[in-house]
Nanobody, 124 residues
């Protein structure tokens, strides 16, 4: 079992930055891939980024490439999403999720554990 808690969301102006954190529980946290997804009102929950258990491998969605960076600190059981140059279209609830390596990292179905989400609002 893995429990995830997101934090760091808020209201920011366009062009600003936020850093989201995803704190995980359990001694095996480093064995899980961790992904970030986001869901805007009336839309599906979309893939944003994923990081391998060791932190050595990352994938970022085209919509945020060059602006968002995913990283992790396994000593603290925490995964981060640094978001720079934010745009109004980045407004959404952001969720972190943990899954087993070897699965399709882009698919929500690959993640067994989810956090409760944190709201990010970018004003124009």
């Amino acid at each position: 079992q893995v429990q995830l808690v997101e934090s760091g969301g808020g209201l920011v102006q366009a062009g600003g930055s936020l850093r989201l954190s995803c704190a995980g529980s359990g001694r095996t946290f480093s064995s899980y891939i961790v992904g970030w997804f986001r869901q805007a009102p009336g839309k599906e929950r979309d893939f944003v980024a994923v990081i391998s258990g060791s932190g050595g491998g990352t994938i970022t969605a085209d919509a945020v490439k060059g602006r968002f960076t995913i990283s992790r600190d396994n000593a603290k059981n925490t995964v981060f999403l640094q978001m720079n140059s934010l745009k109004p279209e980045d407004t959404a609830v952001y969720y972190c999720a943990a899954g087993r390596a070897g699965s399709n990292a882009y698919s929500r179905d690959s993640y067994a554990y989810w956090g409760q989400g944190t709201q990010v609002t970018v004003s124009s």
